[in-house]
Nanobody, 121 residues
Framework: QLQESGGGLVQAGDSLRLSCTAS????????VGWFRQAPGKEREFIAT????????WYGDSVKGRFTLASGSPKNTVYLQMNSVAPEDTAVYYC????????????????WGQGTQVTVSS
């Protein structure tokens, strides 16, 4: 089970950190990804991290502004969001998969409930 936290209302240019905590056992070979969905839009890939080696991948819209990290407490993945803009407004979801290719929502088996991020201009 996955649980996101850290969403809220921020101003453009601010920073925000989202957390994704997994309950239960975390297996090696797992990737944890972040996605977002704005009203009327498809779910968009943001970033993913492989827990066994820390390798990360980022979507073009957030590259250079958002950073993923895993760490303490155990089974927690953080999405550090810097220089946020109004177009970052969306519900943010974390998800987990054992698939080797982890850039699309369809390969993720476990999803959190989502956390709302709203960026005002």
């Amino acid at each position: 089970q996955l649980q996101e936290s850290g969403g809220g209302l921020v101003q453009a240019g601010d920073s925000l950190r989202l957390s994704c905590t997994a309950s239960g056992r975390t297996y090696s070979g797992t990737a944890v990804g972040w996605f977002r969905q704005a009203p009327g839009k498809e779910r968009e890939f943001i970033a993913t991290i492989r827990l066994e080696n820390g390798n990360t991948w980022y979507g073009d819209s957030v590259k250079g502004r958002f950073t993923l990290a895993s760490g303490s407490p155990k089974n927690t993945v953080y999405l550090q969001m810097n220089s946020v803009a109004p177009e970052d407004t969306a519900v943010y979801y974390c998800a987990a998969t054992h698939a080797l290719q982890a850039l699309t929502p369809s390969v993720y088996n476990y999803w959190g409930q989502g956390t709302q991020v709203t960026v005002s201009s």
